[in-house]
């Protein structure tokens, strides 16, 4: 159980374009779901919670207009980068939390999205 | 400023020996601590969580956590090759569902 799948695994954009990323909670009901970003050889940060049927909330330093969250059903949340440039080329992995799993707060991550803006 | 730290490595340990892996976080009200394993391009995937002071033991790995010192450490029993990854130490700090994650330390079993 608690498997999170991403869609697509890798993407290869050019400068300006914009690409969304989906997040779904296949065999439960992710009240809320979590969207990182990792560098290479570096750890994961944060860069916004996602919650079903409200604002994103970002964390600081992280562009709300050029990262678009949303979160329309209990299942799926989307990342859309807009207007992307090379600085944006990383691996993003969302995560999403099970409220009825364990104590509730363990976060079950996504095989992450491997983008590449040429 | 909400900090967890690791020392980032590499460890290196031979096959078959004990890995001891630590972390320290600077938030004293945070509840719930989690070890997730990385393989180089995969996502992290956990390995386990620990809530309470003490140990709590699953398989060949221990979590040990110690609130009054802020410290959280994972022992690897008779670590494989295999085990060479980086692993994340993530804090769930006091009042949030966020996760802070370490800079993690990155283990290498030498066969």
């Known amino acids: ?118 | 400023q909400k900090e967890v730290e690791q020392n980032s490595g590499p460890l290196s340990v031979p096959e078959g020996a004990i890995a001891s892996l630590n972390c320290t976080y600077s938030d004293r009200g945070s509840q719930s601590f989690f070890w997730y394993r990385q393989y180089s391009g995969k996502s992290p995937e956990l390995i386990m969580f620990i809530y309470s002071n003490g140990d709590k033991e699953d398989g060949r790995f221990t979590a040990q956590l110690n609130k009054a010192s802020q410290y959280v450490s994972l022992l690897i029993r008779d670590s494989q090759p295999s085990d060479s990854a980086t692993y994340l130490c993530a804090v769930n700090f006091s009042g949030t569902y966020k996760y802070i994650f370490g800079t993690g330390t990155r283990l290498k079993v030498l066969a």
């Open chain 1, 1 to 118: 159980g608690a498997v999170v799948s991403q869609h697509p695994s890798r993407v290869i954009c050019k400068s300006g374009t914009s690409v969304k990323i989906e997040c779904r909670s296949l065999d439960f009901q992710a009240t809320t779901m979590f969207w990182y970003r990792q560098f290479p050889k570096q750890s994961l940060m944060l860069m916004a919670t996602s919650n079903e049927g409200s604002k994103a909330t970002y964390e600081q330093g992280v562009e709300k207009d050029k990262f678009l969250i949303n979160h329309a059903s209990l299942t799926l949340s989307t990342l859309t980068v807009t207007s992307a440039h090379p600085e944006d080329s990383s691996f993003y992995i969302c995560s999403a939390r099970d409220p009825l799993a364990g104590g509730g707060d363990e976060q079950f991550f996504g095989p992450g999205t491997r983008l590449t803006v040429l």
